[in-house]
């Protein structure tokens, strides 16, 4: 079947970073009826032991192949890289906060510079998340209203009152390809009912958010809240497909409450979101959390972790955090993780970077983020291979059982 496309509103889409399974996508090959530079998703393999899945994304910068890990870029960077060395760690979308980059450097100097992909230079896909765990969390003197939220700017004080709609549009302006509603966010509490007040109000400022967004060509994701309560969960869940989003997000997980909580949520939950939309774990990013909720049946992953660790010198690894810094390493000429294949380990020992974190230079915090950022991604791109030849939850145990047992 030959498709119409669309050539003043498609975009090329882009060669699979090395992290994927499926190869470079032939341009002469017949093209699926959600490939007119929209966004679209499909469901690929499914794991037979455990929720796990494989799907693909299109949006108008390109294809995502899921599970994926999201790197962070908050304030429109993915701290101490350029978008280039990103884009070679096999990374096929990026997060950042309509939040942050409205407090600095405002909507005003983004919609001149075309939007947030122009203004960082970043052509594939981004993810921004609406803020609202920034605004719950960082800022002082809130007030919440049905109307929306206003609160103290956590960068200059200045008073910021904004709404769901408000919302949406400044996530249009910034033209991300996945937008996030506004969500009221509550600390982890063990109390039921300020968790389903919290969750009654998420879902009618959802609804808003839907009717506010006009923008054809991004996606608008609605997003679950309920605390540790797996039936206010359900009860969340239930309220925001029934206003029907192009995906849907667990957030709240990991704020806080134990371990068994958090798996407790994604083991219930997350098999029952709609299976034919993504699904969005937000905030999860070591690599024990996401073979969890890879195992949940979850898609999408962010996490500061790999910068945040990076700037201090912790290393991921399969075996579990390698700390740079430490003293052992001083003549340790192996690379942070023999079988890691990114620039920092093909190049550099952990000898050398020790010696940069000691004499702090900003090298040390760039290689080690780099060689994180890297790892998680290929991580993600190893879980894909293993679901789609049925290997998951071998692949799964196998990795759990070589991880250092002090760091879990
Ligand atoms: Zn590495």
Redesign the pocket.
Known sequence: MKTTRHPERLRPFRAVGPGGSEGSRDPSAPVGPQDDGKFGFETRAFDTQTNARTGLIRTPHGQIHTPIFMPVGTQGTVKGLTPRQVEKTGAEIILSNAYHLYVRPGIETLQKAGGLHSFMGWSKPILTDSGGYQIFSLTRLRKLSEEGVGFQSHFDGREIFLTPEKVVEIQEILGSDIAMVLDECPPYTQERKPVKNSLELTARWAKRSKAAHQKEDQALFGIVQGGIFPDLRRESLARTVEIDFDGYALGGVFVGESREESLEILHQIGPEMPEDRPRYLMGAGTPLELLEAVSSGLDLFDCVTPTRYGRTGSAFTSKGLVVVRNGKYNQDFQ???PD???Y??ENFSRSYLRHLFNCNEMLGPALVSL?NV??LIELLGRIRQEIEQGTFGTFKRNFEGQFDSNQR
């Open positions: 690379p942070i993780d890691c294949r990114c920092t380990c060689h890297y790892f």
